[in-house]
């Protein structure tokens, strides 16, 4: 396939900011694509070469892709850095660079799809002597017979930023479409949220259609997308809607997806990040503990105070996050691994099995020791046990509940009823935090000059694949963290509004939606400014959080999909209804 072709189509959804004529314009390029060839398209559109558990990294630094591009262009390499510094793309750059090449191939062939992959893979993959001069190799050969928009593109690629505004569950939509009925798009959802590999996905659809989902099923060492839970505001909505049901103790610590057989134990990230090396004591943990011969495992490494037993605030465990100094880093911050879920064992995929069935699962595969235990619960459908059981976790230095349907399924990816969390009682101003994905931002001034003044934060609405504003936050931040915002977030950048974005306010800049931030509010106020919930509670308001804070934890472990979603923030602006009256 011609990688024309494919760039076309990128140029239009670079320049539409209607999240239906993405669709669009996807579904008719994915209907054209052959199907040795789809897994490929879908990788390069998200931005990948691979699925992203795979972790495969471009491993160029910034003076490597700009050799390169001087390489193939003629360009001093400071021209080259100065025009980068000047545009902020690297796309950009190589797309003018081209333009105004002075040197040229005799002969080239037309660039296509799988030869941009096939090199750019060979740059991920090159290592040891002489790899450097390898990568920049592949890099240069791909940019001489490269016109001056499809180096734009693969630039983008080479440093992971794409700027199409496509999120994953964008190609989702286009994909259904494609193959199947829009109608359909639950069926891909899942085989994506079981797989976690859309490319995968594709070209079985492509291939087989839907009926190729069979095919789809629980594999060791292929995380699968984390289960999340809705939210409710008191103990008596949670019994009233659950029933009988698994009271957990919800614990503050990293979310883990363990990965476990006889040659191998993987610990992933909810983002699939591999976190293995950062916990080689839950990894001898498991093997301790372990007694059967394969499973996945989902739990929460939670830090310890080994001398007193407590658990300790999350930040503890999000220093254990680093590649250096992890054995002093074991020593000083101990944790444990808290298994809530059991996803399949020796083979079988437990993820339409009832909870009870994968509970029962867990208690068979671990023993608990130290290192490694069962996250304590009761099962109930009486307010006062609930309500004494939520005293003692709160007690011990849990976070809450996680209630759990005992029929419920593992339904990956998804945030249903099934699973419901409950923190703590709210009273008419907001008690609990929320995480909110930062959208946009508003220049400082006076002493903030140079720097952001605000952030504009979003809540996420599944039902839109949107991210709809609740407030502006400013406040929280030490001084270190404010002028330290504009480089953590300058690879998110954007030109314009991200077309997940739904803002009546016009931020002085953009941001792809990316990164969580924990906030604390006073209350969830109705505003005819912000998009959350709008016309949910009266036709002309959204709502707001109001006096937010910043916490000072960055959700690094959440990804903007895991964010406090809008059905969250109406639930709880209904709840302090019920507390006023």
């Not at 809450?400 to 969390?421: D, N, T, V």
Request: aromatic letters at 8%; hydrophobic letters at 40%; glycine letters at 8%.
């Amino acid at each position: 396939m011609r990688f024309a072709d494919l760039v076309e189509v990128y140029e239009r959804l670079e320049a539409t900011t209607k999240r239906l004529e993405m669709i669009g314009a996807l579904t008719d390029l994915l209907r054209r694509v052959p199907s040795n060839v789809i897994r490929r398209v879908v990788y390069l559109t998200q931005g990948d070469l691979a699925p992203g558990f795979r972790n495969v990294k471009m491993g160029l630094a910034e003076k490597m892709v700009i050799r390169a591009l001087a390489f193939a262009t003629g360009l001093p390499r400071a021209d080259v850095e100065t025009r980068w510094k000047e545009l902020g793309d690297m796309g950009t750059v190589a797309e003018r660079a081209l333009e105004a090449r002075t040197q040229r191939k005799l002969t080239s062939a037309p660039l296509t799809v799988e030869k941009v992959h096939d090199n750019l893979l060979g740059i991920a993959q090159a290592a040891g002597t002489g790899s450097q001069e390898e990568k920049i190799r592949l890099l240069a050969d791909l940019l001489n017979d490269a016109t001056p928009v499809e180096a734009r593109y693969i630039l983008r690629v080479v440093v992971g930023k794409m700027r199409l505004g496509v999120a994953d569950m964008t190609i989702v939509d286009a994909l259904a479409r494609a193959f199947a009925t829009k109608e359909d798009k639950p069926a891909v959802e899942r085989a994506y949220n079981v797989s976690s590999d859309l490319g995968g996905v594709a070209e079985i659809l492509a291939e087989s259609g839907l009926s190729g989902f069979r095919d789809i099923h629980l594999r060791v060492g292929v995380p699968v997308r984390s289960m999340l839970a809705e939210r409710l505001p008191s103990l008596e909505q949670v019994v009233e809607k659950l029933g009988r049901s698994a009271l957990e103790f919800k614990y503050d610590g990293l979310r883990i997806q363990a990965h476990i057989d006889p040659d191998e134990i993987v610990l992933y990230s909810r983002r699939f990040d591999v976190l293995t090396s950062q916990f080689p004591d839950v990894v001898e943990g498991l093997r301790d503990a372990f007694r059967a011969e394969s499973a996945i495992l989902d739990g929460e490494a939670v830090p310890i105070d080994m001398n007193t037993g407590a658990f300790l605030p999350f930040q503890e465990v999000a220093h254990r996050r680093r590649k250096y100094g992890v054995q002093e880093a074991i020593q000083r911050i101990p944790v444990a691994l808290m298994a809530f879920d059991c996803l399949a064992l020796n083979g079988e995929d437990l993820l339409e099995r009832p909870y009870t069935d994968r509970r029962a699962a867990l208690e068979r595969a671990l023993r608990e020791t130290e290192r490694v235990r069962l996250a304590e619960q009761i099962v109930t459908d009486d307010l006062e046990e609930a309500r004494r059981f939520f005293e003692k976790v709160i007690e011990q230095g849990g976070e809450g509940l996680m209630a759990k349907g005992l029929a419920s399924p593992y339904e990956a990816g998804s945030r249903g009823w099934q699973w419901i969390k409950y923190k703590r009682d709210y009273k008419a101003e907001l008690a609990d935090t929320v995480d909110l994905v930062i959208v946009g931002s508003f220049a400082g001034r006076g002493r903030r000059a140079g720097t952001y003044g605000a952030l504009l934060m979003a809540a996420y609405d599944p039902e839109d694949d949107a991210f709809k504003t609740v407030c502006k936050l400013g406040s929280g931040f030490d001084d270190a963290t404010l002028f330290a915002l504009p480089k953590r977030l300058q690879d998110l950048h954007q030109d314009q509004k991200d077309p997940r974005v739904d803002s009546q306010l016009e931020a002085d800049d953009w941001f792809e939606p990316a990164v969580v931030l924990e906030v604390l509010g006073a209350e969830i106020t109705l505003s005819p400014m912000h998009t959350a919930g709008f016309g949910a509670i009266r036709p002309d308001a959204g709502l707001a959080v109001r006096f937010p804070r910043f916490t000072g934890r960055w959700r690094d472990d959440k990804g903007p999909r895991e964010a406090t979603s809008v059905a969250e923030i109406i639930s709880l602006y209904r709840s302090q209804l019920k507390q006023i009256s």
